[in-house]
C-alpha cells in the first residue's frame, strides 16, 4: 500500500468512507446500520437502515424487536448551525437528481 501523502483527495476520502463502514458493521454485528456512503459537494449521502417514526411509542413491531427498516438513502449537509438531512428513497441519489431539484 503507497503512503496516505500520495493518494489523491478522491482517494483519502474512498478510504475514510470504507474504514467507517467497517466500523459500523463491526458496532452493528451482522447488519451495518451505514450499508453504503458517498460524497458529492458538500452532502454526505447514505444508505442506512433506520427505525420509522412509530418506534418510539413501542407500536412497530419490527422495530420493537429490533429489525431496521430499509435501506433508504439520506443525503446530510450542514447549513452553519445545524446538521440538515434530506430522505431520497431506496434509489441511489445521483449528480442529475441533486441538479433537478434546484440543489446543484
Known amino acids: 500500500m503507497s503512503s496516505l501523502e500520495e493518494l489523491s483527495t478522491q482517494e483519502l476520502q474512498s478510504l475514510i468512507d470504507r474504514a ?3 466500523l459500523a458493521e463491526r458496532k452493528e454485528g451482522n447488519r451495518p446500520r451505514v450499508v453504503d456512503s458517498f460524497r458529492e459537494g458538500d452532502a454526505r449521502y447514505l444508505l442506512e437502515y433506520v427505525k420509522c417514526g412509530r418506534a418510539v411509542s413501542g407500536k412497530c413491531r419490527r422495530c420493537r424487536e429490533g ?3 430499509g435501506p433508504y438513502w439520506y443525503s446530510y449537509t ?3 448551525k445545524k ?11 445521483g449528480l442529475a437528481e441533486v441538479k433537478e431539484n434546484g440543489n446543484g
Open 78 to 80: 450542514w447549513d452553519g
Open 67 to 69: 429489525e431496521l427498516h
Open 20 to 22: 467507517r463502514r467497517i
Open 83 to 93: 446538521t440538515v438531512s434530506k430522505y431520497h428513497g431506496k434509489t441511489r441519489p
